[in-house]
């Protein structure tokens, strides 16, 4: 495991390479959750209903993942011509959004399982129940998922603007640093 006095200079591949199949995953998800919520009950929004839960599993299962990588491999310190700002956003940025990938599929199957239904990972096999059946908690639960991504779409947007104001403006290198290859 890396000491914190000597953190690794580069993010390891298998960080990057996790960074960017969680941010497609996820920039996928927030969409199709607030389209499906909006679609009329039958056939499409059930199948909207069990990709979003299966993939919210999928979500969960590689942020567990990712962070046993980032315990194991540690993380390069702050890119050092960040700003006093850019650096405390940057680093809020990426904590709540490590917190946010635990917290929204947490949040969506507790939320799933006091409602009491039954769903299955992509037909495989059925999900465990994590909370008894109360479906005023399930209310409660849904309404905290739901507002949880919009928490999460406006840090991404701000993520996203703070790479691109590096990589198109700046030009700093900062992006790079997550680029899978770079």
């Known amino acids: 495991m ?14 990057k390479w996790l960074h960017w199949l969680v941010a497609a995953v996820v920039l ?3 969409p199709v959750g607030f389209v499906m919520i909006r679609l009329p009950d039958g056939f499409v929004q059930g199948l909207f209903f069990d990709l979003h839960r299966s993939f919210g599993l999928v979500v969960l299962a590689l942020a ?11 993380a390069p310190p702050p890119y050092a011509g960040l700003s006093g700002f850019e650096r ?15 917290l929204m599929p947490l949040l969506g199957w507790a939320a799933e399982s006091a409602f009491g239904g039954s769903w299955s990972f992509f037909g495989l ?11 005023p908690l399930s ?4 309404r905290l998922h739901d507002w949880t991504a919009l928490v999460l779409a406006a840090v991404l947007v701000a993520h996203v603007g703070g790479a691109l104001m590096h990589a198109v403006i700046k030009r700093d290198g900062v992006l790079a640093r997550m680029l899978p290859g770079g």
């Open 139 to 142: 209310d409660t639960l849904s």
């Open 125 to 135: 096999f059925d999900t465990p129940h994590i909370l008894p059946t109360n479906r």
């Open 28 to 30: 996928c998800m927030l």
């Open 64 to 74: 567990i993942l990712r962070l046993a990588v980032r315990v194991a491999r540690g």
């Open 88 to 102: 405390i956003a940057s680093t809020a940025a990426h904590h709540l959004l490590y917190v946010l990938i635990f």
């Open 2 to 15: 890396p000491s914190s006095s000597n953190p690794p200079q580069t993010y390891a591949a298998s960080q």
